[in-house]
């Protein structure tokens, strides 16, 4: 079991910074892959970026590549998202994710664990 708590989000201008930080306990989260998904209103959850195990790779979808980076730290039991040059389209819910597979982000069923996540707003 994967137990996954987020923070950070909130309120910020486009072009903005922000931090997402995601809080993980269980035996062997750090087992897994670990990523990101976010939920506009009115809008299905989609892959945002996600961490091998290992922490050696790492792969985003089109609309934050370049701008968004999902780090990991082990001893901390936190993984990261950082988010740079933030624009108003990227407005949604936040969601940390963990999963077994790394190859499998695409879409948001079956992954094994998620949090409850954070909202961030991004004003023009």
């Known amino acids: 079991q994967v137990q996954l708590v987020e923070s950070g989000g909130g309120l910020v201008q486009a072009g903005d910074s922000l931090r997402l930080s995601c809080a993980a306990s269980g035996r062997t989260w750090s087992y897994y892959a670990m990523g990101w998904f976010r939920q506009a209103p009115g809008k299905e959850r989609e892959f945002v970026g996600v961490?091998?195990?290992?922490?050696?790779?790492?792969y985003y979808s089109d609309s934050v590549k370049g701008r968004f980076t999902v780090s990991r730290d082990d001893a901390k039991n936190t993984v990261y998202l950082q988010m740079n040059s933030l624009k108003p389209e990227d407005t949604a819910v936040y969601y940390c994710?963990?999963?077994?597979?790394?190859?499998?982000?695409?879409?948001?069923?079956?992954?094994?664990?998620w949090g409850k996540g954070t909202l961030v707003t991004v004003s023009s």
């Open positions: 994710a963990a999963d077994k597979q790394y190859l499998s982000w695409g879409s948001p069923l079956g992954i094994d664990y």
């Open positions: 961490i091998s195990a290992s922490g050696e790779s790492s």
